[in-house]
């Protein structure tokens, strides 16, 4: 069973920073599309960023230019580093692993960002 599990969520004011970590247990993990994503109370699950196996990203615009997705596919982690954070980034966030044959999530780490 592969576990994707996040942690670094915390309470932050705005224009503060955290950094999201996802450990995978995958053996395949440096093959794999990985992503962040975000789901805020009352609304749909949206894409934060991904970074492919090859390390190319892609961000939501709300995002672009205060966050960045990153890997270390030596340690089987993703990270998201989050800058100049405002109060509509509150959500929980997931860490997502997808190829064409197989999707995983984790568990969600919460990030509460106060104005």
């Known amino acids: 069973q592969v576990q994707l599990v996040e942690s670094g969520g915390g309470l932050v004011q705005a224009g503060g920073s955290l950094r999201l970590s996802c450990a995978s247990s995958?053996?395949?993990?440096?093959?794999?599309?990985m992503g962040w994503y975000r789901q805020a109370p009352g609304k749909q699950r949206e894409l934060v960023a991904t970074?492919?196996?090859?390390?190319?990203?892609n961000y939501a615009d709300s995002v672009k230019g205060r966050f960045t997705i990153s890997r270390d596919n030596t340690k089987n982690a993703v990270f998201l580093q989050m800058n100049s954070l405002k109060p509509e980034d509150t959500g929980v966030y997931y860490c997502?692993?997808?190829?064409?044959?197989?999707?995983?999530w984790g568990q969600g780490t919460q990030v509460t960002v106060s104005s």
């Open positions: 997502n692993s997808w190829n064409w044959i197989t999707n995983y």
């Open positions: 995958e053996s395949i993990f440096s093959t794999k599309t």
């Open positions: 970074i492919t196996g090859g390390g190319s990203t």
